[in-house]
């Protein structure tokens, strides 16, 4: 599948082409959903959209504007990811590597201590709706599904009558949390997870330095997703907070002892990207083991087929909790109580 454009990402590019398509044929719409799984590159193709939008030279990379955008200070594009959480993300010159809607509110009492995305939050960033620069007026705003329902019917109305040439790139990790009639007024990209043969391909021009070895388990534990192969392949640390979360879970499933599993729960439970990198952890776990229950099915005998899929089902449950800002540690104290 060709593409004219130099897309930073790997795997879906069929809904790359499909944007290059609206590029094309000058029909941009006012607002694209990107959705689909963690870390396979909705947010990297969001981004690349918007330059490509905005840059006279088509993502050039070179001109004033690629420039502004590099550094996350471009009139024309309002970026919202990272946002200021007390004791979490205080770091100012961090969060405007990410982030560039003023977000000093979020520090002041009552202090922020979720990334939910308040009606506050909402009213700083859509002030720069009515931007006049000349060209599209961008806003990327990742994970809306962080949006309260107050912020989400709010942002709603800007949606039914929004000024022209402006277009919202918005990403979800779960569409199913979202008000439909936001969902309804979006054009929808569904990225999927990417074939591991593609992401073996990846990892060889860009890191040659691994071995096969190490080559083969990172594509084992990105499990289809380019995005955490890269953070797996680039940093050892991440890699073995990884095989440390997998080895704990075999432990658990081999000896269930309640009071660890509550330790353990507490212990992952410190902040939200710990409970993130488990969740994760025990979805390769899970699948690992049904792979390995269909190779030996006398291993493991008290997990039959039915009760692993019960665990998957309560995994997937858990996710969306914490995704509505349910109490990380209590979700994943029941979840871990169910093995």
């Known amino acids: 599948m060709n593409l004219k454009f130099a897309w ?110 308040r009606i506050d939050d909402l009213r700083e960033i859509l002030s720069r709706v009515n931007n006049t620069s000349d060209g599209w007026n961008v806003f990327v705003i990742h994970n809306i599904e962080r949006m309260n329902r107050e912020s989400a019917n709010f942002f709603l109305k800007t949606l039914e009558e929004p000024p022209p040439k402006t277009t919202f790139l918005l990403t979800s990790n779960n569409p199913a949390l979202l008000l439909p009639t936001i969902v309804s007024r979006c054009r929808v990209s569904n990225f999927g997870n990417v074939n591991p043969a593609t992401i073996d391909k990846m990892l060889l021009r860009d890191f040659p330095g691994l071995t096969e070895i190490e080559r083969v388990r990172v594509v084992n534990f990105s499990m289809g997703k380019p995005i955490r192969a890269k953070r797996l392949a680039e940093n050892p640390t991440v890699f073995r907070e990884f095989k440390e979360y997998f080895e704990k879970l075999k432990s658990l499933l081999e000896k269930p002892n309640v009071a660890e599993k509550l ?72 979840l871990l109580l169910q093995i």
């Open 8 to 117: 930073r990402n790997v795997g879906n590019e069929k809904r790359l082409v499909e944007l290059e398509q609206d590029l094309a044929s000058d029909k941009i719409n006012h607002a694209y959903l990107f959705s689909g799984p963690m870390e396979v590159g909705k947010l990297t193709a969001a981004k690349f959209f918007a330059q490509l939008l905005i840059c006279k030279f088509e993502a050039c990379g070179e001109c004033s504007d690629c420039k502004l955008i590099r550094s996350n200070s471009h009139p024309n594009l309002t970026t919202v990811d990272d946002l200021w959480i007390e004791g979490v993300n205080e770091d100012w010159d961090i969060l405007a590597q990410k982030t560039n809607f003023n977000q000093s509110g979020r520090a002041k009492s009552p202090k922020a201590k979720t990334d939910i995305i």
């Open 263 to 334: 330790a353990f729960a507490e212990k992952v439970s410190t902040d939200k990207t710990e409970v993130q990198k488990f969740l994760e952890a025990f979805t390769y776990f899970l699948r690992s083991f049904m792979l390995t229950r269909a190779r030996q099915p006398i291993a493991n005998s008290r997990y039959t087929p039915a009760k692993l899929v019960g665990l998957i089902r309560q995994l997937n449950s858990t996710k969306i909790l914490i995704e509505r800002n349910i109490n990380p540690r209590l979700a994943v104290e029941n």
